[in-house]
């Protein structure tokens, strides 16, 4: 190429349709799903809530999630770099706390049930890092995280339109 030559960038693809506007059409499950999610991250530190949630949706692949709390994630003080080690965490393992890594190793265990249950090992991690209400709460966060997912993959929703402090 010379000089003189521009390149000229390919577009990107379409983005694919929204299946379902769920929230619209079952509000109440909706604002139901909104309190669950806010009480669940009740004494949480907010830097580890999202990483729970980054993670978990990463696991699940819902493209909606990943995009919002990344965003909620660096818009609350979280770096670039643990954020983009996170899917690699067993590898980067020095990026985070040993009290983190038990709730990642956590969220992988409640998020894939299918490969055995919650191990009792990778529980007792996490209790012992974990107060009794700590570790409570942290299961809630787990699970509703994985609710949402749920609903984003099932229904399509479109990531990179979010902006922190907006809800689902």
Known sequence: MTNTETTVAEPYAAELPVRLEWARHAPEVYK????????AKKGLDPKLYELVKIRASQINHCAFCIDMHTKDALAAGESVERIVQLGAWEES???YTEKELAAIELTE???????????????????????????????????????WNRFGVTCRMTPGHYRPGQRH
């Open 32 to 39: 139901a799903m909104v309190r669950l999610d806010s009480a």
């Open 93 to 95: 393992r020095h990026f």
């Open 109 to 147: 265990a409640v998020t894939v049930l299918t490969e055995g249950f919650v191990p009792d090992e990778v529980y007792g991690r996490a209790a012992e890092r974990f107060d009794e209400a700590e570790l409570s709460q942290l299961i809630a966060a787990i699970t509703v995280i994985n609710a």
